[in-house]
């Protein structure tokens, strides 16, 4: 279970779920104002390779006045105003006047730095989501500061400098040319200038996290003497968190391309199973074909579990045979371009389901369908998780795992103990996205959620019936709250009978 949110928290949620977006307007409800965006002069592309994909290099991917693909300068412009909008609302509730609007802030957003498996050979870099939320930039060694009085909406981007030697091993950079035509922003700097401009922004709030972080070498050289200047520090993830939680229809058109690419990944894994297969078949036969449909790389590593090994929950070794009548369960998922999925499907790899086996999957099966129907704006996910337990209990008694006559909070309790996790998690730019918010937070429209039951009998466990040793059932989807109802981020069911082509 998370933390329980601070009040910062849920009121910053509240906040962005009120807040009003269009394709060039931002308004803060809190206050009479209107931010227009686009109104920056556009700058062309350079006509080179960038340290990611533009439109000159990709056009197959990424289009003019797009930073990211899907992802627009002014989505991302109006991401940077509604943190500001935040950053001014809190502190206004800090003060409890308007005097707030005097003070001065200052946002620090560091990148990831790039990192090594061994001497120098890096692993595959993967960008700060935070960073990457508010500025649409995949290099490393980079940095978004924001500031201003009583509304922190000034931009300056930090990049790396151009440098032909460490191009030639680590491949082209942006520049600072490039990374203002790609984000549209007006002010960028190399990186090294970082700590000089920190030093003349003065007094304020610094909005920061620095307890762990995400870049120690430049926290280290460039953050840490302002914040021992005796500068006044708050975390800005909560806010940076509440902000993320609710997607944009761009966020997810791209979250939806992730489900379908997922999908039909299932559906050809699925289709080459026979008999004893070996789990790391499995596995490249996946990866394989969410990157052959348009995926970057996998989410997480993948869980492909035969047989007995579903009820080790985050069971990654894959490299078991599993063996002809055995179920496998796949816990897998993709990354497009920011944006992830996590699906779980379980199955018996020669098609065809034992009594116990359907008994099992049908019942799962049937509370994940119940649970997926509860997903819509103001029920919780702690909400949906209670009447999982509940559901599970029914279960196990008409499996005959428990007695018809246990008691209710006996029959809850052992359902606790047949499925020990959550019901779902956040879903979004990270699997286990946005932690910093509670999951006794209602759902509000924008946000995407997992919902995952499952059911677990250890081969090992003697206080169940033995027709059900050794099995282990999860099914998960994902799903997207609309402010009437909820939308599936995929049309792929849990009916996994009419995918086998036996």
């Known amino acids: 279970m998370l933390q329980p949110p601070s009040r910062m928290l849920k009121a910053a949620v509240q906040f962005v779920s009120r ?10 409800p809190c206050r009479n104002v209107s931010v227009k965006t686009g109104g920056w002069k556009t700058k062309k592309v350079p006509q080179r390779y ?6 000159y290099t990709h056009p197959h991917l990424i289009k003019y006045g797009e930073v990211t693909p899907g992802l627009t300068q002014t989505e991302f412009e109006l991401r940077r ?29 560091l990148s990831h730095p790039i990192r090594y498996m061994t001497n120098d050979i890096p692993y595959p870099f993967h960008q700060n989501q935070d960073f990457l939320y508010l500025t649409g930039i995949l290099e490393p060694d980079s940095a978004l500061v924001m500031f201003g009085s009583g509304r922190p909406d000034q931009a300056v981007l930090f990049v790396p400098r151009r440098d ?27 990186i090294e200038e970082l700590g000089m401009v920190l030093k003349s922004l003065k007094g304020g709030t610094v909005w920061y996290d620095g307890s762990q972080p995400c870049h120690p070498s430049l926290h280290q050289t460039h953050v840490r003497p302002l914040l021992e200047g005796g500068a006044v520090a708050r975390s800005l993830r909560p806010l940076t968190h ?28 699925m289709a080459i199973c026979r008999g004893d297969i070996d789990e790391a078949l499995i596995y490249a036969k996946f990866d394989f074909e969410c990157r052959a449909h348009g995926a970057n790389f996998l989410a997480y590593p993948p869980v492909v579990a035969g047989g007995n090994r579903a009820n080790t ?3 990654i070794n894959n490299n078991q045979i599993i063996k002809d009548g055995e179920m496998v369960l796949l816990d897998g998922g993709c990354e497009h371009y920011g944006y992830v999925s996590d699906v779980t499907r379980t199955w018996p790899v020669n098609g065809k389901f034992s009594e116990a086996q ?26 949906i998780y209670s009447t999982m337990l509940t559901l599970l209990a029914k279960q196990l008694r008409e499996l005959r795992v428990l007695p018809h006559s246990t008691n209710d909070a006996d029959a809850i309790k052992a359902a606790r103990r047949y499925c020990p996790h959550h019901v779902g998690h956040y879903l ?18 924008g946000m995407a959620v997992t919902i995952e039951p499952g059911l677990y009998f250890s081969e090992d466990d003697e206080s169940c019936p033995k027709r059900f040793r050794g099995l282990g059932v999860r099914i998960e989807d994902d799903v997207h709250a609309h402010r009437q109802n909820n939308e599936g981020l995929f049309a792929f069911k849990g009916l996994l009978l009419v995918l086998f082509p036996w």
């Open 19 to 28: 807040t009003h977006l269009s394709s060039g307007a931002f308004r803060c």
């Open 50 to 55: 960038l340290g990611q994909p533009s439109p």
């Open 81 to 109: 105003q509604r943190l500001a909008s935040l950053i001014e609302a809190h502190a206004e509730r800090l003060s409890g006047s308007s005097r707030a609007s005097d003070s001065a802030h200052i946002v620090i957003v």
């Open 164 to 190: 032909p030697a460490r191009e030639l091993w680590d491949g082209p950079r942006s520049g600072r040319d490039g990374a203002a035509a790609l984000t549209g922003l007006e002010r960028v700097h190399c």
């Open 242 to 269: 509440s902000l993320r939680a609710i997607k944009s229809p761009a966020e997810v058109e791209l979250m939806k391309e992730a489900g379908r690419i997922t999908a039909q990944a299932f559906k050809k894994t």
């Open 313 to 315: 929950l985050h069971y």
């Open 358 to 383: 359907r008994e099992l999957y049908e019942a799962v099966l049937e509370v994940q369908l119940a649970c997926l129907s509860l997903c819509s704006p103001g029920v919780s996910l702690d909400h």
């Open 428 to 445: 979004g730019m990270d699997v286990h996205d946005t932690p910093e918010l509670s999951r006794s937070q209602p759902l509000r429209p």
